[in-house]
């Protein structure tokens, strides 16, 4: 006996192997052992979830085209990663996808745990600002570490992701992605993706981290027309085309479970190259506001443990942990 | 009609006021319009409470003595505080007091919580490691902050608690207490006292620290002839009196309240001077692992952050922000 939750997986698998032609309802309920009904209701589960299923009174049924959805029925049987997303948490539409795997986190799941959304109805930015998700246009995605990382050292997780992404945006998809110390991806001036890092932690290590990552897919640029801090592109911009946005989520992961692994077996100044070449903003004058102040000075470089090193206009050097470029020279 | 968690109150205060006298089960019964047996319930709830009440068939109840327990009756009317333990969570017995303080701030409980257990049969020390609490005893402590922090800078909270413990140690009690680097409090070579401090957080600021403190008050040296990391002691043992703990936690919480609120507002650079006066390190030859890293050299003075500085053998200085010392030249 098939549980109805695998029944439509092998439906689906069926129709997939003949590649859009037709299978006989007939041959489908032979194969499972179910009514004729009982294979129409499957078919209307897949259609919920978003397949496009032609069915003919005589010929059956055909897939007419897999959705570009971030199911796990799509993700998972590609996906060729070690830890990364093997448990992966699907919803068509969430709050925030940091905050439910912040529960997970607390409930005990485990380490490369992924939440994934088509649409999130409450995003939350760093700094708690909004994080505005359209449905099924861009990629809202969450995922739990369990490696503990002294707490000094923690944010440095977050330039592995944003690395992780420039380096898929620029050997994938061929786009100058770079960063916008310490957590925005940018495409030229514009932003593709912003990082959210949340953690729990005791006053040396953490115990885990939530690191969320939004990435602008297939927006067009009246989707992006919103009142946004800064300028906003997607990859579908920039490219004149839309993108896969499952090819790039199992592309994503692939890359990130990699870097981390070298992350944390080698250490952050294993990628400090990387995150000078990739930097969006080293070379420039630039304005951090942190908390109450504001620094302004050129982004010079960076320390081995990713402190970004500001020089000031008295020749005078500063190092900066935290905080928030609100200009780049020029730029904004 | 009173609750019956207000009736023994009432009738604690009654006695009270005798202040040791009888008081007649007919007089109790009448001001609060109950039975003597209504009367007798309540005598019984106070007793298994810990409070001696003695009864007399003709003269009625009198309190012999209070105990020396950290209930809220006898803490919450002394304590002088405007937010800091104004919420206040008590336990006879608890697994750990910061694991229910972490329960309690994603719950939403508010800034200055506190939770208090006279015996924890799980508590944690740092890095994982058991803390001993002997029932009534001791004080076993967390305490919920909600201020927002930098993450590079939480950990400064703890040297504030640890800091306001060993002025209490000095000023209350005429005991040498200092502080060893960075969450032990000392009493000569021996150790009084240890702070745990876990936090959630994002990559820039904490949304709330819980920090639990352990404090050894009246162990005997029998009572700490276990086998521990560093050699023990206890107010008590150190006084060669047994010390009213209700005493110790209202008049620390009192003065942590007050430290805190001036970190909070002036900065922790106001405490430098303190911190590096009530050191039980500086100037002496140090051994700190941190991770699976192993350094010497001399504890020199401490960064306005509160970060060590280490002098090496070869003349260089290292700022260290996470480790635990291991050894202290000649002491430990």
Request: hydrophobic share 40%.
């Amino acid at each position: 006996m098939s549980s109805p939750a695998s029944t439509h997986r092998l439906i689906l698998k069926m129709l997939k192997e003949k590649q859009g032609a037709y299978v006989s309802g007939a041959l489908l309920a032979g194969r499972l052992g179910l009514t004729r009904t009982g294979i129409w209701k499957n078919i209307r589960t897949l259609r919920s979830m978003g397949y496009d299923i032609q069915s003919h009174p005589k010929e059956g049924y055909r897939l007419v085209s897999l959705p570009d959805l971030l199911l796990p029925d799509e993700i998972l049987p590609e996906l060729k990663t070690a830890w990364l997303g093997r448990s992966y948490h699907y919803f068509p539409q969430i709050g925030s996808t940091n905050d439910h795997a912040l529960a997970l986190a607390a409930a005990g799941a485990p380490h490369g745990s992924a939440v994934c959304a088509e649409e999130q109805t409450s995003g939350r930015g760093r700094l708690r600002r909004e994080w505005i998700s359209s449905p099924r246009l861009g990629i809202y995605l969450s995922i739990l570490l369990r490696t503990p990382l002294p707490v000094q050292e923690a944010f440095q997780a977050t330039y592995i992701l944003a690395l992780s992404l420039v380096k898929v945006l620029r050997g994938k998809y061929g786009l100058p992605g770079a960063i916008k110390w310490p957590n925005d991806i940018l495409i030229g001036p514009r932003k593709v993706g912003g990082i959210l890092t949340e953690m729990q932690s005791d006053q040396d290590f953490t115990r885990f981290l939530v690191i969320g990552i939004g990435i602008n897919v297939n927006h067009t640029k009246e989707d992006l027309a919103g009142p946004f801090r800064y300028p906003a592109t997607s990859l579908a911009i920039e490219r004149g085309d839309p993108v896969a946005r499952r090819e790039l989520l199992i592309t994503f992961l692939e890359r990130l479970e990699s870097d981390y692994d070298t992350f944390y077996s080698r250490g952050f100044s294993t990628f400090l190259a990387d995150l000078e070449q990739f930097s969006g903003i080293l070379g420039k004058y630039i304005t951090i506001v942190s908390g109450k102040e504001e620094k302004r000075g050129k982004a010079l470089r960076f320390t081995p443990e990713g402190a970004l090193i500001l020089g000031r206009d008295d020749g005078t050097e500063e190092a900066v942990w935290v905080g928030d470029v609100t200009r780049v020279e020029g730029t904004f």
